[in-house]
């Protein structure tokens, strides 16, 4: 696929129009729930629940956007641990490649820049009106979640 830049590199144009977007999702863990946050009615994906973060700018790592994005969105402060998954979704409009990031804070996050914030066990996610992007991942790093949450129990 040809694919022009515009300005920041992890905002691509490819075939057709379809933007490409480079973002990072946090799955971060305090007291042992994990944070999922609703995103705004009038925002791509309005009312559904994910894991929260946002989009890569030029030159940060997922994790330092992590960082960035989830004191704007959230008003905490994260520890990012590692990242856990690479996972491309395709939307009518745009392809999103989303680095889930596996990270840890000590405060209770508040809604600043979402419409709600959940704390939820890992077996209540589910339950949440997941994105579509982060219910496909949900299934692939629910297993390395709870893996990392019994190692810090133990």
């Not at 559904?48 to 700018?57: C, D, V």
């Not at 490649?97 to 890992?122: Q, T, Y």
């Amino acid at each position: 696929m040809d694919e022009l830049f515009h300005g920041n590199p992890n905002i691509r144009q490819g075939k057709a129009g379809m933007q490409h977007l480079e973002v990072v999702a946090g799955v971060i863990v305090v007291n042992g729930k994990l944070v999922l946050a609703k995103r705004k009615k009038e925002d791509h994906m309005g009312g559904f629940w994910e894991f929260p973060g946002g989009k890569i700018e030029d030159g940060e790592t997922p994790e330092a956007a992590l960082v960035r994005e989830i004191d704007e969105e959230l008003g905490i402060e994260v520890v990012p641990v590692r990242e856990i998954a690479v996972v491309e979704h395709q939307y009518p409009e745009r392809l999103v490649r989303l680095h889930f990031v596996l990270a840890e804070s000590k405060e209770i996050p508040k809604a600043l820049d979402c419409d709600d914030v959940a704390l939820a066990d890992v077996e209540e996610v589910s339950n949440y009106r997941l994105a579509p992007a982060d219910e496909r991942a949900w299934k692939l790093i629910k297993e390395d979640t709870l893996s990392f949450l019994n190692s810090k129990r133990a």
